[in-house]
């Protein structure tokens, strides 16, 4: 059966000296998550690889290198959700660990679906996963930005949509959220069906962009429900990205894929850093720009 992986990493305007590193970044994303899928390894375990990848790599806001918040500190947000028994794990305002995807990944396999801050990171520590010091995260390029500029603003979050051979679909998201925003600020990026939602009976998405746009409209859920109604992954995807700019206003920008292994993506930030691959595909693609 026909498998597929796209990621994402933000939707924003992306300088021309970040544009070769967003896209090799995802290419490195897409191909580790492709090379589990070739060897028939599941759509959960896809994503959490592609997005360990890009989690710690500087040029995105996830992992090493997220955002700061208003006090100078990292705090990450997460969620990674399956479509057959649409099992689902997140955390949110979580400190010092390296992969908060993978803490979100444990998180599924408890009766909880959102753990958060410092009980998320005891959790994280209970079970094993790689824990380090928050300052450790911070970035160099980073601190500068949050040093000059005042500006509430986010950007190059990560997130990963997988169907493997078996028909399963995957999502996933990890961001280090808004810069300045106030500690404890929650985003779409952790909460199921607004940031990210997987679903065998319709395909995944994964979204980025202005979180509290985003998130009033629940656009993961409702880019599904338009593919149950009978829309394909891109068309799904664009109307979804219209409805929030005429309601709410913001930019924001989101990979699917539907029940076919369709690729969508749609954004009306100026760019969306993206990779994919297909079955069909010897190698991936990568773009900044939706290509029509
Ligand atoms: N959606 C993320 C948030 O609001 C930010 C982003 O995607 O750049 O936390």
Redesign the pocket.
């Known amino acids: 059966m026909r498998w597929a992986i796209i990621v994402h990493g933000?939707?924003?305007t992306i300088t021309v000296d970040k544009i070769e590193p967003h896209k090799a970044g995802c290419l490195r994303a897409v191909e580790a998550g492709a090379a589990l899928l070739e060897k028939e390894g599941s759509a959960l375990e896809a994503v959490e690889a592609a997005i360990r990848v890009l989690e710690d790599d500087p040029t995105f806001?996830a992992g090493f290198g997220s955002m700061l918040n208003s006090e100078g500190e990292v705090e990450m947000?997460a969620a990674i959700m399956e479509g057959e028994r649409l099992r689902a794990g997140a955390v949110a305002s979580i400190r010092g660990v390296r992969h908060p995807i993978s803490v979100a990944r444990h998180v599924m396999d408890t009766h909880h679906v959102l753990l958060s801050a410092e009980g998320a990171r005891r959790f994280a520590q209970e079970r094993g996963a790689e824990l380090c010091d928050p300052a450790e995260l911070v970035h160099e390029e980073q601190r500068r930005e949050w040093e000059s500029s005042k500006e509430v603003r986010?950007?190059?979050?990560v997130g990963c949509v997988a169907l493997d051979r078996f028909g399963n679909f995957a999502a996933g998201t990890s961001?280090g959220?808004?810069m300045h925003k106030m500690p404890g600020r929650i985003?779409?990026?952790p909460l199921i069906g607004l940031?990210l939602y997987a679903d065998n009976s319709a395909g995944g998405v994964s979204?980025?962009?202005?979180?509290?746009s985003?998130m009033k409209l629940a656009l993961a859920h409702r880019i599904t429900n338009s593919i149950c109604n009978g829309e394909d992954a891109d068309r799904a995807a664009e109307e979804a990205i219209a409805s929030m700019a005429r309601r709410v206003g913001g930019e924001a920008g989101c990979i699917v894929l539907d029940r076919q292994g369709r690729v969508g993506v749609a954004h009306n930030a100026e760019n969306l850093a993206h990779a994919y691959r297909t079955s069909e595909m010897r190698c991936a693609t990568a773009s900044v720009q939706k290509q029509r």
């Open positions: 933000g939707a924003h806001n947000d986010g950007s190059d979050t961001t959220g808004i985003g779409d990026s940031g979204l980025t962009g202005d979180g509290e985003i």
